[in-house]
Structure formats: structure tokens, C-alpha cells
């Protein structure tokens, strides 16, 4: 499937997924026109059809796409492999952030597909969403040594507390406009040192 699409270089495959990202992000399923992708991507809307037969398509693999990237850049940042629950989050942050880098809408687009309720995609996005979705709230506790922690501290209450922060904050910047990626690697080492004075010993 999309064999055509991914015969393209690279750099034109990028610039198509951007624009896409990028025209889904702003509206509906429903009010996003495909020649708006294509003039986005530089691109006839005939040539787009040639790699998508229709928008469906399209946004059924952008979001494919999007929760494949993501997947692929955390394991490949070796968050998931780190004892240290503060650099655990911290590579996965930088990893989200060397992502925005180079498709920054890819986030925007997500958020809103997650929500989406338009009859003609909201069932097949379920399917595509649901074995995600069961990973991103797994709020089962790493494994930690309680040792390096001060007296008291609930575990589970302090990793739910850094997650739940820790997206709020991804929330916000995404819906203030363009994000800037330097500030949001700058906020969230401060963050990260400031949950490392309030919880370790």
C-alpha cells in the first residue's frame, strides 16, 4: 500500500506528510481540501491522488504515520532502557522534540485526529489509535529504587503527578501557536531538576 508514495525521495516524501500534518492540524477531517494539501506540499492535486487515491487514505496513513514515528524515535532514544525515571522522561522528551523538528505539526495533527467524530474515518482511527492509546496511559510504575527517594514519597503518586504535568505542558505549547522546540527542551530540564530537588534524598 502508498508503494508510489514511498518510491518518492525522501525530502518530497517529508514535504507531503508536512503539508498534510500541517492542513489536518488546522481544521476537520471534513473541511480539510486536498488541494490545499497539495499546494502546501508544492505539488498538483492530481499528482496527490496518484500517491493517495483519496483523503481518506491519506489521513488514515498520516495517522499511521504519526504513531509509527513516535513509537519508533522513543525506542530508538533509549528511554525505555533507562533506570533514572528523570532521564527516562527526559530522552523521551528530547526524542518528541528532534520530532517536531522535522515534522511540526505531525503533534498538532495527532491531538486533533484523536478527537475526531466525522463518520467517514472516526471508526477505522479507533483501530489505529486504540493499541497506542493503551500504552500512552499505562501509568504502571517503572521499576525504581525507593532508597534514592526521600521518606514518604508515594512513587506511583510522584511518576502519575511528572506524567500527567509533563503532557499538560506538552498540551499547552502545542495550542499557543508555533512551538518553539529550544524553550521546550530549556522548560523541561528545569522541570526535571526542579522534580529531582522535591523528590530525591
Avoid at 7 to 13: H, R, Y
Avoid at 36 to 62: D, P, Q, T
Avoid at 78 to 103: H, P, W
Avoid at 127 to 140: R, V
Wanted: proline share 3%; charged share 30%.
Amino acid at each position: 500500500m502508498n508503494e508510489k508514495f514511498y518510491q518518492l525521495p525522501e525530502e518530497k516524501q517529508n514535504r507531503i506528510l508536512n503539508a498534510g500534518f500541517r492542513v489536518f492540524a488546522r481544521n476537520s477531517y471534513r473541511k480539510s481540501p486536498m488541494n490545499e494539501i497539495a499546494a502546501e506540499a508544492g505539488i498538483s492535486k492530481s499528482l496527490l491522488f496518484f500517491y493517495f487515491r483519496n483523503k481518506k487514505e491519506l489521513y488514515l496513513f498520516l495517522m499511521k504515520k504519526a504513531e509509527e514515528l513516535t513509537m519508533a524515535n522513543l525506542r530508538k532514544s533509549g528511554c525505555y532502557e533507562e533506570s533514572d525515571i528523570f532521564e527516562m522522561m527526559y530522552k523521551g522528551l528530547l526524542a518528541k522534540t528532534a520530532m517536531m523538528r522535522q515534522y511540526p505539526d505531525m503533534s498538532a495533527f495527532a491531538l486533533k485526529a484523536y478527537y475526531e467524530d466525522d463518520e467517514e474515518v472516526k471508526d477505522e482511527l479507533r483501530k489505529i489509535i486504540e493499541p497506542y492509546s493503551k500504552l500512552s496511559t499505562n501509568k504502571s510504575l517503572p521499576k525504581l529504587d525507593p532508597s534514592v527517594f526521600k521518606d514518604g514519597i508515594d512513587l506511583q503518586l510522584m511518576y502519575q503527578d511528572m506524567y500527567l504535568a509533563s503532557e499538560g505542558y506538552m498540551y499547552q505549547m502545542q495550542h499557543a501557536g508555533a512551538i518553539d522546540v529550544d524553550k521546550v527542551v530549556s522548560d523541561y530540564r528545569k522541570l526535571i531538576d526542579f522534580w529531582k530537588s522535591l523528590y530525591l534524598r
